[in-house]
C-alpha cells in the first residue's frame, strides 16, 4: 500500500517526465495499465525514466517506442542507411560525450543543426550541442533506439583501444610489483570488456602459453589477436576473472561455469565464462550475450523478403515441429529467439528448454536444463506439457528420446521449435532416422526446415569493385573503420524447406538424398550456396567469405 502511495504521490513528477506520452500509449492499447503500474514501480526503484523502462521490461519495442515519439512529437526517424553524416563534426564532439549524452551529430547547415538522440527530452543535449558548435538557432531531431544509435557511433568514431597503456603500464611492472599489479588488473579487465562489446566480440579468449598470455576476440566469426602479457601475471587476472564469474577460486583442476553482467554504453550486458584447465595454466573464453544486438525481428536478420513471408507463413501453423540446422556459430538461437519474440503475446504460452539460456526474454517461461545430475530435454518436454503451453522451443534434438517427445508435443497440438546439427536440410531425415524415427512418425508432423550460416558483409566504407566469370562483384579490402578486416557484421544466408504432402510421400518411399533435391529445385527451392551467390552479387559479402563459410559447389 505504501508503494501504491508513492507513486500517486510521484505522478506530478512523472506528468513532468512525459506522462503524455505514455497516455497515448495507454489509449492506443500498446500497454496495460498493469504494465505501466509495474514500470512505476521499477522507476521509484531505479530512477530509470518511465519510456526506458517499458522497453527493458519487454512492454515494447525499441522501434514501436520511436515511432511513436517521433509520430505525437513530430521528430524524424534516424536510419544510418539513408543519413548524410558529416565527419567534421565528430572531431568536435568527444565519444565520451557522444556515449554518455546518447547523441550523433549528424551535419550543421546554416543555422539549423541535425542531431540523432534517443531521449530528445534531455536538456543537456542542447545545451552541450551549443556550447561546443557555433551559430546554432534551430535544432533538426532525429530520434533512434539505443542500439542503432551505439552501432552508428562505433563505425563513425571508430575506437582506438585504451587498452594500450594500461597494458603498458601492466608490462612496465617488475616481477617484484606483482601486488600492485593486481591493483592495475582490474581497470585493466574493465577496459577489456567495453572494448569487446565495442568491437561486437562474441567471445574473449585468455588463452596461457609457456612465457605469455594471449588474448584474443571472435569477431564477427573469426578470431582475432588483441593484445598479449608475461605469463608470470597470469594468475592474478585469472582469479579476478573467476571471482566477478562466481567460479571457486581455489579449483584450478576441473572446468567451471560461470556469469556476470556489466553496464557498457549504457546498456546492461551478460558475460558467461568457461575455465577449462590446460596444460599452462587455466584457459578461460568469455562469451558475450548482448540481448539488444541479438534479439532482431525478423525483417533484420538478413534473410531474402521471400525468405521471410516463408517463414512467417509457417509460424502461423497450430502445430507441428519446426527444425532449424547448422553448425555451430551458424546463427541458430538468434533465429529461433526472434521468431518467438514474433510469436510472442497475452494470447500464447510460450515455454523454452534450453542448455543453457542465452538470454532472457520477456513473456516467456525459460528452463535451463542441467544434464547431468537434473533435468534432461526429454523429461523437461513431460513436465512443460503439464504447464499448459502453446509453444516450446526445445534446444537441441541429441538422442531418440527428445526427438520422439518432441513429435509427441506436436501430435497433442502443439508448435514445437528445435535445432539440429547437419550441413543442410536435407541432412535433417538420415538424422532422424538415425535417431530411431521413421517416416510415418514424422508424417504430418514435420512442418518445415530452416538451414543457415552467417556471412561476414563486405565494409561499406573500402570494399573494391572486381570481375569474375563477367560478372562486377566486390572483394573485401581493409581500412579503419573495419580494423583493415574488409568487413563489418554478418548476414544471414539460408535455406528453406517446408514440407508438403509431396515431400512427405518421397521421404515415405525412402527417396534418396539426390532424388530428394532433384525434386524441391523443380519447385523453386534455392539452396544455401546459390543464396549466398545472390548476396555476392549483390555485393553485400565476396565470393571468399563465401567459400571460407559454405565451401565451394
Known amino acids: 500500500m505504501e508503494k501504491v502511495l508513492q507513486i500517486r504521490k510521484n505522478d506530478a513528477y512523472l506528468k513532468d517526465q512525459g506522462i503524455s506520452f505514455i497516455d497515448t500509449l495507454l489509449d492506443s492499447g500498446m500497454i496495460t495499465s498493469d504494465q505501466l503500474h509495474i514500470a512505476k514501480v521499477e522507476h ?29 512529437a513530430g521528430y524524424l526517424k534516424f536510419d544510418m542507411q539513408k543519413t548524410l553524416i558529416d565527419r567534421k563534426l565528430l572531431r568536435i564532439l568527444p565519444r565520451h560525450d557522444a556515449e554518455t549524452l546518447r547523441i550523433l551529430p549528424l551535419y550543421h547547415a546554416e543555422y539549423d543543426f541535425h542531431v540523432a538522440v534517443c531521449d530528445p527530452e534531455d536538456l543537456r543535449i542542447f545545451d552541450r550541442l551549443r556550447a561546443l558548435y557555433k551559430g546554432i538557432s534551430h535544432f533538426t531531431v532525429y530520434i533512434a533506439t539505443p542500439a542503432e544509435l551505439f552501432k552508428a557511433i562505433d563505425q563513425y568514431y571508430g ?40 568491437h561486437r566480440a562474441s567471445d574473449i579468449h585468455f588463452e596461457p602459453e609457456d612465457k605469455f598470455v594471449c588474448i584474443r576476440y571472435r569477431i564477427d566469426g573469426v578470431l582475432r589477436q588483441i593484445c ?62 548482448d540481448k539488444r ?8 536478420l538478413g534473410l531474402t523478403a521471400l525468405q521471410t513471408e516463408k517463414i512467417k507463413n509457417l509460424l502461423q501453423t497450430p502445430d507441428g515441429v519446426f527444425i532449424i540446422t547448422g553448425p555451430t556459430g551458424s546463427g541458430k538461437t538468434t533465429t529461433l529467439y526472434s521468431m518467438l519474440h514474433y510469436l510472442s503475446a497475452a494470447s500464447v504460452n510460450i515455454m523454452t528448454l534450453e542448455d543453457p539460456i542465452e538470454y532472457a526474454l520477456p513473456h516467456i517461461r525459460q528452463v535451463e536444463i542441467q544434464d547431468p545430475g537434473g533435468i534432461t530435454f526429454a523429461e523437461g518436454v513431460r513436465a512443460i506439457l503439464r504447464q499448459d503451453p502453446d509453444i516450446i522451443f526445445i534446444g537441441e534434438i541429441r538422442d531418440e528420446a527428445t526427438a520422439k ?37 514424422l ?29 562486377m562483384i566486390f572483394m573485401a579490402k581493409g581500412c579503419e573503420t573495419c580494423s583493415y578486416t574488409g568487413y563489418w557484421g554478418r548476414t544471414s544466408v539460408a535455406e528453406i524447406l517446408p514440407i508438403t504432402e509431396d515431400i512427405e510421400e518421397l521421404i515415405g518411399r525412402q527417396s534418396t538424398t539426390l532424388e530428394l533435391k532433384r525434386y524441391v529445385q523443380t519447385q523453386g527451392f534455392q539452396t544455401l550456396v546459390q543464396e549466398a551467390l545472390a548476396k555476392v552479387y549483390a555485393g553485400e559479402t565476396s565470393l571468399e567469405e563465401m567459400h571460407r563459410v559454405i565451401g565451394r559447389a
Not at 550460416?453 to 569474375?468: A, G, N, V, W, Y
Open 159 to 198: 575506437y582506438k583501444r585504451s587498452l594500450g597503456g594500461l597494458l603498458q603500464a601492466c608490462n612496465d611492472r617488475t616481477s617484484s610489483d606483482l601486488q600492485s599489479y593486481e591493483t592495475a588488473g582490474v581497470p585493466f579487465l574493465q577496459a577489456l570488456f567495453v572494448d569487446a562489446v565495442k
Open 443 to 471: 508424417e504430418g508432423n514435420l512442418k518445415g526446415i530452416l538451414s543457415q550460416r552467417l556471412l561476414r558483409k563486405l565494409c561499406p566504407e573500402c570494399k573494391k569493385r572486381t570481375i569474375s566469370d563477367n560478372r
Open 228 to 289: 598479449a602479457f608475461h605469463q608470470q601475471y597470469w594468475s592474478m587476472l585469472c582469479v579476478r576473472l573467476k571471482i566477478i564469474s562466481g567460479l571457486n577460486i581455489a579449483e584450478s583442476r576441473l572446468p567451471q561455469d560461470g556469469r556476470f553482467s556489466l553496464n557498457v554504453c549504457g546498456r546492461d550486458v551478460d558475460f558467461r565464462a568457461s575455465s577449462l584447465p590446460t596444460q599452462h595454466g587455466e584457459n578461460i573464453v568469455i562469451r558475450i550475450l
Open 293 to 300: 544486438s541479438s534479439l532482431q525481428p525478423l525483417e533484420e
Open 405 to 441: 517427445m518432441a513429435i509427441r508435443a506436436s501430435m497433442t497440438g502443439h508448435l514445437v521449435f528445435t535445432t539440429l546439427h547437419t550441413q543442410d536440410v536435407f541432412g535433417v531425415f538420415p538424422r532422424l532416422f538415425d535417431l530411431g524415427l521413421t517416416p510415418r512418425f
Open 44 to 72: 521509484l526503484k531505479s530512477g530509470k525514466p518511465l519510456d526506458t523502462l517499458l522497453v527493458d521490461l519487454g512492454f515494447l519495442s525499441d522501434q514501436l517506442l520511436i515511432e511513436t515519439k517521433s509520430s505525437l
